[in-house]
Structure formats: C-alpha cells, structure tokens
C-alpha cells in the first residue's frame, strides 16, 4: 500500500528526520580520514541522532547491528561498522544513515573520499551522484517510477557502469520500507505512477564493473561479485505539485561535499 503524505506532513518530515539524517550524513562525512574506523564513524553517529531526541532508524532493523551502514571500496551497501575496518588513503567510504524523529523515517547515503582516490573511483563517484540528480528530476507527478529507473539506468550505462538490480529505492515514512519499490533500472512510462504525497528513497548504486552482487558471510554486507569499486548516493524526496522536494536537506542544503574530512 502507498501512504499519502499532506503538505504539512512532508514539511515536518523534512524539518524533522529529514534535517536530522542529514545532518548526520555531513558529520560522519566530516571524519572520512585515514586512520578512522568504521566504528568510530558510528558512534558518532548514534550519539547526534540519540542527542536530537532520535532513534537510529538501522539499528535493529531484521537485527542490523548497528546505526550506520558503511560500505568500503567493493562493498556496496550495509556494511557493518567495525573496529577492524580501519580507512585508508584513496578509500572510497559509502555512509548511509537514517534517523527516526516525531514519527518519521529519514533515510541518506553519500560517498566519501578518504583522501585522494583514483581517477577511476572519483568519475565513479561523480556518475553516481549525477545519477541520483537525473532520478530525483523524474520524480514528478504522473511520472512512473520506470522515468526513475531508465533515467538512472541510461546515465550509468552510458559510462560503462553498472547498475545494481538486487537493491533498489523505496516508499519511505512512518518505517524505512513502504511501497512502491523504485529500482534503479527501468523503461519509461511503466511502472507504479506517482502522485502527490508520496515519499520515496532514490538511491543510485552503481559499479565499476558488473551488477552482479554477493552477500558476505556476516548476513549483512554486500559486494561486488567481481570485487570492482562501487558508489551509493541516496535522498529522501517527496512528490509535489511543485516538483520533487528533497526531504532529507539541513540548513546547508541536500547535498554533501564528496570530499571527506570536509564538513
Ligand atoms: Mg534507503
């Protein structure tokens, strides 16, 4: 079942959760350095969101165990942070928070630079944000989340990259996963059709070589089959008459700088 959110809704939502897990995106951004653990990266995180009033959205979730997922390098998304995964120069650092404030889910992913990565990782990196832009500008209403999809799909290939189909975006709201699903490939014109009200996770996840995805022997963290690089933006928006409305945007705005250790 799709939720309709009100005008009202969407601008607590965004002023809220919204605000908060980008907030913390930026923070955690902020520390991408070498030497960091992936645990510290979430210890901060989880001390913001629990300092505002909030709950980490992840921790717990089907029994994720922690508040961030941190995905390094061939790990694409829901990597588990850990103290073993100490960040190094020309790392590529995909942070993805969430936060749950006055009722609602906020859901953003950035990948970070630790350092100077390769020419390759960085294009990689640019790609995928460009994709996440190109999937937010279809998110209109009488859009179909296909316009998502093939917008996404057509930008990455187009580069020679890869587009993960195992994992996809998602309704979001009062939980983390609600309809309709929005995966990253698609054709135009099909698919569940958006209307006003609706609220929606668009999050690229792009390879440098092929889509195919495997599930690391802890349940959680997914990689690359081929161990190729892999990048992951995210944003929360919302369907409106006046066109998409990022939801998960701070005072600085929905975007983060790549470049970690820059707030
Ligand atoms: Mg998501």
Same mark, same amino acid.
Request: proline share 5%; net charge negative; hydrophobic share 40%.
């Given at each position: 079942?799709?939720n309709?959110?009100?005008?009202?809704?969407?601008?607590?939502?965004r002023a809220?959760?919204?605000a908060?897990s980008?907030?913390?995106?930026?923070?955690?951004?902020?520390?991408?350095?070498?030497?960091?653990?992936t645990l510290?990266l979430?210890?901060v995180?989880?001390?913001?969101?629990?300092?505002?009033?909030?709950?980490p959205?992840f921790?717990?979730?089907?029994g994720?165990?922690?508040?961030?997922c941190?995905s390094? =390098?061939?790990?694409?998304?829901? #990597?588990?942070?850990?103290? $073993?995964?100490r960040?190094?120069? %020309?790392?590529? &650092?995909?942070? !993805?928070?969430?936060a749950?404030l006055?009722?609602?889910?906020?859901?953003?992913?950035?990948?970070?630079?630790?350092g100077?990565?390769?020419?390759?990782?960085?294009?990689?990196?640019?790609?995928?944000?460009?994709?996440?832009?190109?999937?937010?500008?279809?998110?209109?209403?009488g =859009?179909?989340?296909?316009?998502? #999809?093939?917008?996404?799909? $057509?930008l990455?290939?187009?580069? %020679?990259?890869? &587009?993960?189909? !195992?994992?996809?975006?998602?309704g979001?709201?009062?939980?983390?996963?609600?309809?309709?699903?929005?995966?990253?490939?698609?054709?135009?014109g099909?698919?569940?059709k958006?209307?006003?009200?609706?609220?929606i996770?668009?999050?690229?996840?792009i390879t440098l070589?092929?889509y195919e995805?495997?599930t690391?022997?802890? #349940?959680?963290?997914?990689v690359?089959r081929?161990?190729?690089?892999?990048?992951?933006?995210?944003?929360?928006?919302?369907i409106?008459?006046?066109?998409?409305?990022?939801?998960?945007?701070?005072?600085?705005?929905?975007?983060c700088?790549?470049?970690?250790?820059?707030?």
């Amino acid at each position: 079942m799709i939720n309709i959110k009100t005008p009202q809704e969407i601008e607590d939502y965004r002023a809220g959760a919204g605000a908060l897990s980008k907030m913390v995106l930026r923070r955690v951004g902020a520390m991408v350095k070498p030497g960091v653990t992936t645990l510290e990266l979430d210890e901060v995180a989880e001390s913001l969101i629990r300092m505002h009033g909030a709950v980490p959205a992840f921790k717990g979730y089907g029994g994720f165990p922690a508040s961030i997922c941190c995905s390094v =390098n061939n790990q694409v998304v829901h #990597g588990i942070p850990s103290a $073993e995964m100490r960040l190094s120069e %020309g790392d590529i &650092v995909s942070v !993805d928070t969430g936060a749950t404030l006055g009722g609602w889910v906020g859901d953003n992913a950035w990948t970070f630079f630790c350092g100077e990565p390769s020419s390759e990782a960085r294009a990689l990196c640019e790609v995928t944000r460009d994709c996440l832009v190109a999937g937010i500008k279809q998110a209109v209403p009488g =859009n179909h989340v296909g316009d998502i #999809g093939a917008a996404v799909q $057509e930008l990455a290939e187009r580069n %020679g990259y890869g &587009v993960l189909r !195992d994992y996809v975006g998602h309704g979001v709201g009062h939980v983390m996963h609600e309809d309709p699903t929005v995966p990253n490939v698609g054709r135009r014109g099909r698919g569940v059709k958006l209307q006003v009200g609706m609220v929606i996770a668009i999050e690229p996840m792009i390879t440098l070589g092929s889509y195919e995805v495997e599930t690391m022997a802890n #349940g959680w963290t997914v990689v690359t089959r081929d161990h190729s690089l892999a990048a992951h933006y995210e944003n929360t928006v919302a369907i409106t008459e006046d066109g998409p409305v990022i939801i998960t945007e701070d005072d600085q705005g929905p975007w983060c700088s790549m470049q970690g250790g820059v707030i």
